[in-house]
């Protein structure tokens, strides 16, 4: 016996799907839309950007074309851009003005295009310890870095020796 499919689960998925994803890739000639989805596809989730609504248009469109030759779906489309919303709603289905969108675990409020980071901290917390702060620092999830200047600032600062008054 044989398998015919990709069990997923198994600890050599996410390199099977990547080493797949690559082939299929590698068969097209390098324009800016291949090069972004080689770097920047991260399991099922394609990040990438344009300087202008018509480019990032066009982007959409050669990479969906692109990776239904290959047998692959992109789903589950987020933009800022009003023009990509509206020529491909179908991808994009029904738009809520408030939603937040998860992208590689942050947070994304996609109207006013900026990370949406939740903490426990707390106005409730009155008098906080090093631990305390420390602790709320560590559950920080933040893959791209983007707090790490407030993180090490806090971390190393001499204020944490005598503890933080909060509020």
């Known amino acids: 016996m044989r398998f015919t499919r990709v069990t997923f689960g198994n600890a050599a998925s996410p390199f099977l799907l990547n080493a797949t994803v690559q082939y299929h890739l ?3 000639d390098e324009c800016r839309t291949v090069k972004e989805l080689k770097d920047n596809l ?9 300087d202008s609504e018509e480019e990032i248009c066009k982007m959409m469109s050669e990479g969906e074309k692109t990776m239904k030759e290959g047998g692959f779906t992109l789903t589950k489309w987020a933009s ?4 990509a919303r509206r020529e491909h709603s179908k991808m994009f289905g029904e738009f809520d003005e408030m939603s937040i969108t998860k992208v590689l675990g942050l947070s ?5 295009d900026y990370f949406h980071f939740v903490t426990l901290l707390s106005s409730e917390i009155g008098h906080c310890s090093k631990r305390i702060l420390l602790s709320i620092i560590a559950h920080l999830f933040d893959p791209l870095g983007l707090l790490t200047p407030f993180s090490i600032t806090l971390k190393v600062s001499r204020n944490l020796e005598k503890g933080i008054r909060l509020g």
């Not at 991260?42 to 344009?50: E, F, I, M, N, Q």
């Open 26 to 28: 590698a068969r097209f």
């Open 42 to 50: 991260y399991v099922d989730d394609w990040l990438t950007g344009a």
């Open 108 to 112: 994304w409020k996609t109207t006013g």
């Open 80 to 83: 800022n851009s009003q023009a």
